[in-house]
């Protein structure tokens, strides 16, 4: 649905041919059993890196991040 709408499409999977149809080129991570969510976080990271800096803001500096200071 999405991608009739037009909008860019960044599939992350162990088995490309989940994305058929979907996007030409996948990002494909090894299948590692129940480990392999935890080898797509990394290409995850980059990519919002990489949007964040296109985008002007600085990942380094969130907003609305309130200090919390406690004094025992």
Same mark, same amino acid.
């Given at each position: 649905?999405?991608? !009739?709408?037009?909008?860019? *499409?960044?599939?992350?999977? #162990? ?10 080129? $996948? ?6 059993? $129940? &480990? ?5 976080? &990394? $290409?995850?990271?980059?990519? !919002?890196?990489?949007? !964040? &800096? ?7 500096? $969130?907003?609305?991040? !309130?200090?919390? *200071?406690?004094? #025992?």
């Amino acid at each position: 649905e999405v991608k !009739a709408r037009g909008a860019d *499409v960044i599939v992350i999977t #162990d088995k490309a041919g989940l994305a058929d149809g979907i996007d030409d080129k $996948p990002i494909v991570i090894p299948s590692n059993g $129940p &480990m392999t969510a935890l080898g797509a976080v &990394m $290409p995850i990271q980059l990519i !919002a890196y990489e949007l !964040a &800096m296109l985008r002007g803001i600085n990942p380094d500096t $969130p907003r609305n991040l !309130a200090k919390a *200071v406690t004094v #025992d």
